[in-house]
């Protein structure tokens, strides 16, 4: 069975908004990805899920949410177009972080899909050790399918523990698997705004982890181009991350 699954954080209504939101909601069309995790999503009205679901309105998007503690209109939202939704769960990470996880049944086979996005200090990785593992536990923990996906904004670069936490609990990089290497910039795009992050140096911070009987037929960046007439304009301060996936 074929599935396209990605991750995209897409830097909620700040850094120029209205100006990249046409670009965002055309990468997203693009994407056109079977199952997505997204970050830093602005749920109060015009909620940014509803936004981008409507782009392709013929897949008849099921947005599950996973709103940040301190803020609640603000949080993680994983997209569905296929197969049959049997459960939609929660982990409360710190500090107001969390990752939620989707089982989902199409074409005979079972499939967790997991979303997160991990603490954003980079002076501070031994946080997102702590949550790299819990996620980790929580989905060891989960009923047994035939593949699980953990997707999502790490913050973290590959020579950070916590990418090393993933691959020791069994997970391998879609972008490694299917390129020999991670990307060298997911974060940041390139946009230029008066409110973007400038915390951290640029690096690869995105990732789509698999386990279980799945083969990646491809893996790319996306989202990654920046408006036709004006270099500092991209979609987001993140690229996608889209990958062709073969669950077996």
């Known amino acids: 069975m074929h599935l396209r699954v990605a991750t995209f954080n897409i830097r909620n209504i700040t850094d120029r908004y209205d100006e990249r939101k046409p670009l965002l909601g055309a990468a997203f069309a693009e994407l056109e990805a079977d199952i997505i995790g997204l970050q830093e999503v602005v749920f109060s009205e015009p909620r940014q899920d509803d936004f981008l679901s409507s782009q392709l309105a013929e897949r008849h998007y099921r947005s599950l949410v996973s709103r940040h503690e301190r ?5 993680n939202a994983i997209l569905v177009a296929r197969g049959d939704i049997q459960a939609h769960e929660e982990l409360r990470l710190s500090p107001g972080r969390s990752a939620q996880r989707v089982l989902i049944v199409t074409e005979g086979r ?12 980079p002076e501070e990785p031994e946080v997102r050790v702590e949550q790299a593992t819990a996620i980790a536990e929580w989905m060891a923990r989960a009923p047994a399918a035939d593949a699980a996906f953990i997707v999502g904004d790490f913050n973290t670069p590959p020579s950070e523990p916590a990418y090393g936490v993933m691959k020791a609990a069994g997970y391998r990089s879609a972008s490694f698997e299917a390129n020999g290497s991670e990307p060298p910039v997911t974060w940041p795009s390139g946009i230029q705004a008066p409110t973007m992050d400038t ?21 790319r960046l996306a989202a990654n181009q920046h408006a036709p007439a004006d270099p500092t304009m991209y979609p987001s301060d993140h690229f996608a991350i889209v990958a062709e996936v073969e669950v077996f």
Do not use: Q
């Open 199 to 219: 915390d951290g140096d640029p690096n690869c911070l995105d990732y789509i982890w698999f386990s279980g009987r799945v083969r990646i037929e491809s893996a």
């Open 71 to 75: 803020n609640p209109n603000f949080g």
């Open 110 to 121: 079972t499939i967790w899909f997991a979303n997160t996005h991990l603490h954003h200090k």
